[in-house]
């Protein structure tokens, strides 16, 4: 006698609406096309019942790539909005004069998010730098569908920097806890800055070397921590 095939249940979901009403189960292409008529934001709250717990849409795999936003896209401010004494906020900067911020100026322009965007995709391509001038900025990765949180950057941070140097993947999202205002500057533009400012580059990338070298020790301690233990 043959095997009866079992049908296997589709994951459902339900949502936690702006009126305080919870809505389903519905199934996933529901929910993205609930993305797309805008009746679903990223801080939406979905229960998923094959997992029994609850997510922000933004952060539900299957959901989140609709709310991110490729880098190439952004919309950048114009750099006149840009003074030297926002940019001294930034500690790789701190260093500088304000006649060589003024300079960096020039290679950079300011983006605007909202509270719960997603300004970096783990994975994605890229190598923009982005320096925090206001709010809050999560790192995390993503593990068996849990979010593992890396680091916070708030004003006077950066994130970026890996992929400046190797042009590799992003190593971790980055999301907005609250509206934010970076500067970014993008890979080629560094380049250029490094290239025609020798004077003012040096200085930023032996800030941005000293901020890797803090993390690569602490990663490594808890890393013969671990080993300690184990051994």
């Known amino acids: 006698m043959g095997l009866i095939p079992m049908e296997i ?11 305080d009403m919870i809505y389903g189960p ?15 934001h990223s801080a939406s709250w979905i229960f998923c019942e094959h997992a029994r717990r609850w997510l922000q849409a933004g952060d539900l795999p299957g959901l ?27 500690r790789v900067l701190s260093e500088l004069s304000e006649d060589q911020l003024s300079v960096v100026i020039q290679f950079g322009s300011l983006v605007h998010f909202p509270a719960f965007a997603t300004i970096m995709k783990q ?42 140097f190797d042009r590799g993947p992003r190593i971790t ?19 250029e ?17 000293r901020t890797l070298a803090i993390r690569i020790r602490s990663d490594d301690k808890h890393l013969c921590e671990m080993i300690a233990m184990n051994s």
């Not at 249940?9 to 009126?19: H, I, K, N, S, T």
């Not at 800055?193 to 070397?209: E, K």
């Open 123 to 164: 994975g994605s391509s890229g190598d923009s730098l982005y320096l925090v001038i206001e709010g809050q900025v999560r790192q995390r990765i993503f593990a068996n569908e849990r979010e593992i949180l890396i680091g916070i950057q708030e004003s006077g941070g950066q994130f970026g920097q890996i992929s400046l």
């Open 193 to 209: 800055l490094c290239r025609l400012h020798p004077d003012i580059a040096t200085p930023v990338l032996l800030a941005l070397g």
């Open 64 to 90: 989140r790539e609709l709310f991110f936003v490729p880098e190439s896209n952004l919309t950048a401010a114009a750099s006149a909005e840009v003074r030297p004494a926002m940019l001294r906020r930034v």
């Open 9 to 19: 249940p589709r994951p459902e979901y339900r949502v936690w609406a702006l009126d």
């Open 26 to 40: 519905v199934a996933l292409d529901a929910l993205r096309s609930w993305v797309r008529d805008e009746r679903i």
């Open 173 to 191: 999202d980055a999301i907005s806890d609250n509206p934010v205002t970076l500067f970014k500057i993008e890979g080629n533009s560094f380049r």
